[in-house]
């Protein structure tokens, strides 16, 4: 059974800093993708960045230039490091893996960011 598990989330200030880590458990044949998602208050889940099994990143464009996402494939696990946060990063991040054959979808517990102004 693969199991993914988010850890880092917190409270800082508006300019600080963040890392979040995913570690991820289980029998896995195959990664696709990895990617972060987030989801703030009262807004749906929307995707951050992306990391794919050749190491291929993207990023949404509110986080451009200030997060960047990194995966260790010898550990089987993926990093958000996030700079210059702002008020509107906050919301609930998400792990979640592409793999297999046929794809299947996986998904963390989610861990809490805030940022405060």
């Known amino acids: 059974q693969v199991q993914l598990e988010e850890s880092g989330g917190g409270l800082v200030q508006a300019g600080g800093s963040l890392r979040l880590s995913c570690r991820v458990s289980?029998?896995?044949?195959?990664?696709?993708?990895m990617a972060w998602h987030r989801q703030a208050p009262g807004k749906q889940r929307e995707l951050v960045a992306t990391?794919?099994?050749?190491?291929?990143?993207d990023y949404a464009v509110s986080v451009k230039g200030r997060f960047t996402i990194s995966r260790d494939n010898a550990k089987n696990t993926m990093s958000l490091q996030m700079n210059s946060l702002r008020p509107e990063d906050t919301g609930v991040y998400y792990c979640?893996?592409?793999?297999?054959?046929?794809?299947?979808?996986?998904w963390g517990q989610g861990t809490q960011v805030t940022v405060s102004s």
């Open positions: 979640n893996l592409l793999a297999g054959v046929p794809t299947l979808y996986y």
């Open positions: 990391v794919t099994s050749d190491g291929r990143t």
């Open positions: 289980g029998q896995i044949l195959r990664i696709h993708q």
